[in-house]
Nanobody, 125 residues
């Protein structure tokens, strides 16, 4: 059974940086779609960044407008780990951050049906 575990959250002042990690366990992942999401109290869940891996190539597919240029999604496939590097953090980035996993079809990602427990990011001004 595939499981995801996020880590790396914490409290940071505006302008600071954090690096989130999402470790996948259960089986080795070679071909997949994954993404980072966040949800703040009283707000809907927001897609932050997404990517897929196919033919041993990692491809970034999307960044939310609110984070583009500040956040970077990356991976270490040998360690079954997905990362989210967050720079120039703003108070509005405060949220619970989740990673999610789903199957990759021929040309489209399936539903992201495996989720981690989340890691809290708090940015103070």
């Amino acid at each position: 059974k595939l499981q995801l575990m996020e880590s790396g959250g914490g409290s940071v002042q505006a302008g600071g940086s954090l690096r989130l990690s999402c470790v996948a366990s259960g089986y080795t992942i070679r071909r997949y779609c994954m993404g980072w999401f966040r949800q703040a109290p009283g707000k809907e869940r927001e897609a932050v960044a997404s990517a897929f891996r196919a033919k041993e190539v990692f491809n970034t597919t999307h960044y939310a407008d609110s984070v583009r240029g500040r956040f970077t999604i990356s991976h270490d496939n040998a360690k079954n780990t997905l990362f989210l590097q967050m720079d120039s953090l703003k108070p509005e980035d405060t949220a619970m951050y989740f990673c999610a996993h789903g199957p990759l079809g021929q040309s489209k990602c399936g539903d992201l049906n495996v989720w981690g427990q989340g890691t809290q990011v708090t940015v103070s001004s």
